[in-house]
């Protein structure tokens, strides 16, 4: 079974004017409505670029971390070739579904996300709940899309290069997968072409 939603507004995004309001709703109501009429016009790449923009990601200049571990991953990771040669970007405190990933490796080219990276933190630490929470979180991100890989404190104070590589490692399969991928629809294209 296929769900279906069907939206009827009267009016356009372009009439909701938000210049001087501070009340998110009306934003956040105009971007929704934008990116409707982008799926209805079968605009993807218009309505990924919809969804990025309201992913609330900090900017380059705005780093923001929980923990001094988790600033600690992120700057070993910008060192890392793949990051660099691969042309991605991190960024920190993602939000997706009314969760935050500490980073989110982001393709500029995919126009999306391809890896969240959770450092556990002294929450994760605190209590069992904590734990099983944390577990149901990443559970639902993934359920939603989302490749998550969780580095574990202990092993990055008794490793962070270790930790770094497998993190590489992963994007590297991704990055071979993506690949795999562009050639099998550039072949598939150039086949139906002639």
């Known amino acids: 079974m296929i769900d279906t939603d069907f939206h009827v507004t009267s009016i356009e995004p372009e009439d909701i004017r938000i210049d001087n309001i501070k009340n998110p709703g009306p934003k956040l109501l105009k971007e929704y409505l934008k990116y409707v009429k982008a799926v209805s016009l079968n605009d993807k790449k218009g309505a990924e670029e919809i969804l990025y923009s309201l992913s609330n990601i900090s900017s380059k200049d705005e780093l923001i971390f929980e923990s001094d571990f988790e600033e600690e991953v992120y700057e070993k990771l910008s060192q890392s070739k793949i990051i660099k040669e691969g042309n991605l970007e991190l960024h920190t405190q993602v939000s997706s579904s009314g969760y935050r990933i500490d980073i989110g490796v982001y393709a500029p080219i995919q126009s999306k996300y391809i890896l969240g990276i959770e450092c556990d933190g002294a929450l994760y630490h605190s ?68």
Do not use: C
């Not at 993934?142 to 590589?165: C, F, L, M, Q, T």
């Not at 590489?168 to 991928?181: D, F």
């Open 127 to 194: 209590s069992k709940s904590a734990r099983e929470r944390d577990i149901h979180r990443q559970k639902f991100l993934e359920s939603r899309g989302w490749k998550i890989v969780r580095i574990w404190s202990r092993d990055w104070w008794s490793n962070p290069e270790k930790e770094i590589e497998k993190i590489e490692s992963i994007l590297e399969k991704m990055n071979y997968e993506l690949n795999q991928y562009n050639d099998e629809k550039i072949t598939e294209e150039l086949l139906t072409n002639d």
